[in-house]
């Protein structure tokens, strides 16, 4: 299995390879970063790749989370951090297990050997398969809460001054802390489509179409507090999908 260590302490780093390294269960390090940037570059270079990432949370230029919103993370990942309060946000960006630091080697063994367990049931990379099996739930951090949205609930997602938002069907708003790339790798192309750079839209949302000029006004129910103009690039697209023919 190979291993890539996102760590920002050397020390740190040295210490997880040679503990995978003693657990004797095949594990190849094929990679080690220490920021976002570098971690960024790694993964967005198809001539690398790893069946799971140990990923430290706070890097040198940032936390972890920034990784998930800047590219598509396919390998399984396994979160280390110091800290319990990221645990939530590990389960939102579906990491496979959260292991605090110091780490115990019982528990390095058991993560490593339920990935490869999973390696052999679901494929190397879950990444992918989230293509063919949408999610069913968005879970959203609401100050103390978690409240899980189900995605046949969701009207439209749409970004606005540096925010992203999930809309649902009965009109709650939810600010949410990944990108409309992600949202729209993580939703069924049949039910969502992507109307422009802003904004992600439910077929069942959609109230009415108008045609101003050469493009494409959407109305929806809930109405948006914005005009969804469908890009000019995106309207055969758009209307194909709508015939159910994209």
């Given at each position: 299995?190979?291993?890539?260590?996102?760590?920002?302490?050397?020390?740190?780093?040295?210490?997880?390879?040679?503990?995978l390294?003693?657990?004797?269960?095949?594990?190849?390090i094929?990679?080690e970063?220490?920021?976002?940037?570098?971690?960024?570059a790694?993964?967005?270079?198809?001539?690398?790749?790893?069946?799971?990432?140990?990923?430290d949370?706070?890097?040198?230029?940032?936390?972890?989370?920034?990784?998930?919103?800047r590219?598509?993370?396919?390998?399984?990942?396994?979160?280390?951090?110091?800290?319990?309060?990221?645990?939530?946000?590990?389960?939102?960006?579906?990491?496979?297990?959260?292991?605090?630091?110091?780490?115990?080697?019982?528990?390095?063994?058991?993560?490593?050997?339920?990935?490869?367990?999973?390696?052999?049931?679901?494929?190397?990379?879950?990444?992918?398969?989230?293509?063919?099996?949408?999610?069913?739930?968005?879970?959203?951090?609401?100050?103390?809460?978690?409240?899980?949205?189900?995605?046949?609930?969701?009207?439209?997602?749409?970004?606005?001054?540096?925010?992203?938002?999930?809309?649902?069907?009965?009109?709650?708003?939810?600010?949410?802390?990944?990108?409309?790339?992600?949202?729209?790798?993580?939703?069924?192309?049949?039910?969502?489509?992507?109307?422009?750079?802003?904004?992600?839209?439910?077929?069942?949302?959609?109230?009415?179409?108008?045609?101003?000029?050469?493009?494409?006004?959407v109305?929806?129910?809930?109405?948006?507090?914005?005009?969804?103009?469908?890009?000019?690039?995106?309207?055969?697209d758009?209307?194909?999908?709508?015939?159910?023919?994209?």
């Amino acid at each position: 299995m190979d291993v890539l260590i996102v760590e920002d302490e050397l020390l740190a780093r040295r210490t997880l390879a040679a503990m995978l390294g003693r657990l004797g269960l095949g594990i190849n390090i094929v990679g080690e970063t220490g920021s976002v940037e570098d971690t960024v570059a790694w993964l967005s270079d198809t001539s690398r790749k790893a069946d799971l990432i140990f990923m430290d949370v706070e890097l040198s230029d940032g936390n972890c989370f920034e990784i998930f919103n800047r590219t598509r993370v396919k390998p399984y990942v396994i979160m280390t951090t110091a800290y319990d309060s990221y645990a939530i946000k590990a389960f939102k960006v579906e990491s496979v297990d959260y292991i605090l630091k110091p780490i115990d080697p019982d528990e390095l063994r058991a993560a490593v050997e339920r990935v490869q367990r999973r390696i052999a049931t679901e494929g190397a990379y879950p990444g992918v398969l989230s293509e063919k099996s949408p999610r069913k739930r968005f879970l959203i951090k609401l100050n103390d809460r978690i409240v899980p949205v189900r995605a046949d609930d969701i009207a439209y997602f749409y970004a606005e001054d540096k925010g992203t938002y999930i809309v649902t069907s009965d009109a709650h708003k939810y600010v949410i802390d990944f990108s409309l790339d992600i949202a729209m790798e993580q939703v069924s192309p049949d039910r969502f489509f992507r109307i422009s750079r802003n904004c992600i839209v439910s077929m069942t949302a959609i109230s009415s179409i108008v045609k101003v000029g050469s493009r494409y006004m959407v109305s929806t129910m809930p109405e948006s507090s914005f005009d969804m103009m469908v890009s000019r690039s995106r309207t055969d697209d758009f209307l194909h999908w709508l015939e159910g023919r994209s």
